[in-house]
């Protein structure tokens, strides 16, 4: 019989402990601004935890953007891509995203799957991830041929997969979180939970929740399905000013930001409204996936 690691991705990814797609029906929901606060989450969970962040949301990658880390070069050694390193020199949030590739963040990628599925088995079997607690996967919205491509090259490490489904309480964001539900189900990766986002507003001055949408409809599937609900995440004004000054950051002269800009940059997204909840959310994440790999 074949080893389970018996494919490049397979070889690569023997070293990673579990793998955290994250998926949403609907484009805008926040899916990338939840799988970074997840992984900087993860990161500080444990003073040792390792964590990288694949972003194949390819048409439209948002990672670099988001971690202040626009422009950096992306180093190939002997032994594959060098992942950018979102805190220098602790290197325990490893990064990697199409964005890097790009001559200037405003190009576009318009590539028909083939192209797209190459990229995804490439960023699966070239990047040198080493040794990791967790991989947060950012993904596009909806089921596409980046989802398959991913479940498709990620067969030998099928054991270690699992999905955060992100959705907003509107309906119309409901009835594509259900779709995007029944693609886990049809390949069978199990879902680790589902989170409501944009889930009311919090009022900076007075901390009065106004629900600008309705609410609790995230909850509500996660009961009628059977899905772990993970958290309510109201409109983060912290984090919309953070975003805006990421965007307007300094670069050097290489296009790229400092270590200490970014390492600053993860202190500031500990300190936003929604970080205790993410903290909460990644507790209830690792216990889950604890149990999961324990012996029985
Ligand atoms: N809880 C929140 N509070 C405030 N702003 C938020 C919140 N969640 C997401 N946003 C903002 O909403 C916008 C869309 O978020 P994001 O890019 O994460 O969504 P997405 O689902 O990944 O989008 P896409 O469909 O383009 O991949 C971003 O500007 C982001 O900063
Ligand atoms: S919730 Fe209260 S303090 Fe906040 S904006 Fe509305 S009226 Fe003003």
Redesign the pocket.
């Known amino acids: 019989m074949a080893s389970t690691v018996d494919t490049p991705a397979g070889r690569r990814l023997q070293h990673v402990k579990h793998i955290i797609i994250v998926c949403?029906g609907?484009?805008?929901?926040?899916?990338?601004?939840?799988?970074?606060q997840l992984a900087i989450s993860l990161r500080n969970s444990s003073p040792t935890a390792r964590v990288g962040i694949l972003d194949v949301?390819l048409t439209?990658p948002?990672i670099p953007r988001?971690l202040q880390l626009d422009g950096h070069p992306v180093h190939q050694s002997s032994d594959g891509w060098v992942p950018v390193y979102a805190d220098g020199s602790e290197a325990r949030l490893a990064c990697m995203s199409v964005g890097f590739l790009l001559k200037k963040k405003e190009d576009s990628v318009v590539w028909r799957g083939p192209k797209k599925n190459a990229m995804i088995r490439q960023f699966l079997s070239d990047v040198r991830w080493g040794e990791l607690d967790y991989l947060v996967i950012?993904?596009?919205?909806g089921t596409s041929d980046e989802h398959l491509s991913l479940i498709e090259h990620m067969a030998p490490v099928a054991g270690r997969l699992s999905a955060v489904i992100?959705t907003t309480p509107q309906a119309v964001a409901l009835l594509d979180a259900m779709k995007c539900l029944s693609f886990t189900r049809a390949v069978s990766l199990p879902v680790l939970g589902l989170i409501e986002?944009?889930?009311g507003y919090v009022c900076p001055c007075c901390g009065e929740i106004s629900n600008v949408f309705s609410t609790g409809g995230g909850q509500e599937m996660a009961r009628r399905e059977g899905l772990q609900f993970l958290g309510s995440?109201?409109?983060?004004?912290?984090?919309?000013t953070l975003?805006d000054a990421a965007d307007s950051g300094a670069a050097d002269s290489s296009g790229a930001n400092s270590g200490s800009e970014t390492f600053d940059l993860l202190r500031r997204y500990q300190r936003t409204s929604?970080a205790p909840l993410f903290a909460k959310i990644v507790e209830e994440i690792v216990r889950t996936l604890d149990q999961k790999s324990s012996p029985a």
């Not at 484009?27 to 939840?34: D, Q, Y």
């Not at 950012?138 to 919205?141: A, I, M, V």
């Not at 995440?233 to 919309?240: A, F, I, M, R």
């Open positions: 949403s609907k484009g805008g929901v926040g899916k990338s601004s939840v799988s970074t949301d439209g948002s988001m950012d993904t596009p919205p992100v986002n944009m889930s995440l109201p409109v983060d004004t912290d984090l919309v975003l929604t």
